[in-house]
């Protein structure tokens, strides 16, 4: 079934390589990652941290959602001029028709880490410890809207590393269901010890910078990151990039595992295949979910080869940014917008030699492609087999 596609008029992004888009589109242009050795921990790996968070002040009449993760959206919010958009948006639908939908994986968990560790002689958590509004996931939901001043429709999904794509389709639905005239979508994720320890109970954290696709890949390096995005109905607006189609589906194979054959991806992308009204050897360039776990590249790999073959440009941009969990969803749809509007192809960062079983066309380097881009797949792929692919092109 074919959907109409939406304009992504306005964005704004923030992770471990700057501050606003054209931090991120420099760093990719220069091959320079955002990971840094881990500190404080007491195993080894590599993270992708956002760096001024901590005291970045939340408004005074929203301090009672002061946690990190709510620092970090707001300093995507405020990045990008992404609140005049929203105001003038605000002014053409009503603030009540301006819908926002959001993933996280962690939310502000981090504060409960705080309070349990912080707890008295009587084993009580302290007094000030506020669950509701740091914790909960509809923290993040009620702090976004209250902050850009709307009232409209609001959705929190959690997918695990699928979250921040799934809101793409979540937001299509709503608005092609008349909930709401335009919709913010976004995600944003922060470092916790429950993310980075219960990662590396799993096995899954490398002790290098990740390298995706590579023949000795042996885990993921964690990152951070908020981004947020408007969609509207094309007509008017002036973007030159649109989310043209959706795809979902579920593995419902294991818990931390992909399907080994890939079927749940491969399910997925063809889905958003279809939503577009567009064929495989229409996509220009494939934005890898690429973890660097030998099981998820193996997986997604056999999927590629399902829906496109060996001929289409992939890479994973997580040797950039990190694996940003709930947010990656988003950060990588606006990677792969940087993309259409520079038409430039970057490289998998770390690659040393790909792996020859995964039989895909890997780049090893920052390509200029010889036709122009006109269509590039984003691939989410999260815990329990909870998957989503974004087609995005231009008008």
């Known amino acids: 079934m074919s959907i109409s596609p ?19 589109l420099t760093a990719l242009q220069q091959k320079r990652s955002g ?12 993270l992708g941290r956002v760096h001024d968070v901590d ?21 995507a919010l405020d990045t990008d001029n992404f609140r005049d958009a929203i105001n003038k948006a605000k002014d ?19 504060e409960t880490e705080k309070a349990y560790q912080n707890r008295n002689a009587k084993g009580e958590l302290p007094t000030d410890y506020d669950y509701m509004h740091t914790h909960n996931f509809t923290s993040l939901l009620d702090y976004t809207q209250q902050s850009l001043g709307l009232t409209g429709v609001g959705q929190v999904i959690s997918t695990a590393c699928s979250s921040s794509a799934k809101v793409f389709a979540a937001a299509h639905r709503h608005i092609d269901a008349g909930f709401c005239d335009a919709a ?31 023949e000795n890949r042996d885990g993921i390096s964690i ?29 419902a194979y294991h818990m931390s595992t992909p399907h080994p054959e890939g079927r749940g991806a ?16 229409e996509i220009d360039y494939v934005n890898l979910h690429g973890t660097a776990t030998p099981s998820n590249d193996a997986a997604e790999g056999k999927a590629i080869l399902s829906v496109f073959g060996t001929h289409t440009p992939c890479s994973s941009t997580k040797g950039w940014t990190g694996h940003t969990l709930g947010a990656a969803g988003i950060t990588e749809a606006l990677i792969c917008m940087l993309i259409l509007e520079n038409q430039f192809l970057p490289t998998n960062l ?35 087999g909870s998957n989503c692919s974004l087609i995005l092109g231009l008008q």
């Open 184 to 214: 913010i979508v976004g995600g944003v994720d922060t470092l916790t010890q429950i993310s980075l320890y219960g990662f590396n109970s799993l096995q899954l954290t490398s002790a290098n910078p990740c390298r995706p696709c590579d």
């Open 223 to 251: 990152g951070e990151a908020a981004g947020f995005a408007l969609l509207e109905a094309t007509t008017g607006t002036t973007s030159n990039v649109v989310l043209k189609g959706y795809g979902e589906s579920s593995d």
């Open 350 to 384: 770390n690659l040393q030699k790909a792996d020859p079983s995964l039989s895909i066309q890997v780049l090893s380097e920052n390509t200029k492609p010889e036709k122009m881009i006109k269509h590039v797949i984003s691939n989410s792929f999260g815990f329990g």
């Open 266 to 281: 491969a399910s997925a992308m063809q889905k958003a295949l279809d939503s577009a009204s567009i064929k495989a050897d």
């Open 92 to 110: 053409k639908y009503g603030a009540h028709r301006i819908g926002v939908f959001l993933g996280s994986s962690t939310s502000g968990s981090e």
């Open 6 to 24: 939406l304009s992504i008029s306005a964005s704004s992004m923030v992770n471990a390589l700057g501050r606003g888009k054209e931090a991120t």
């Open 35 to 46: 990971l840094q050795p881990s500190q404080g921990l007491d195993f080894s790996t590599w």
């Open 55 to 75: 005291d970045y002040a939340l408004e005074a009449s929203l301090i009672r959602f002061r946690c990190r993760n709510n620092q970090l959206a707001k300093l």
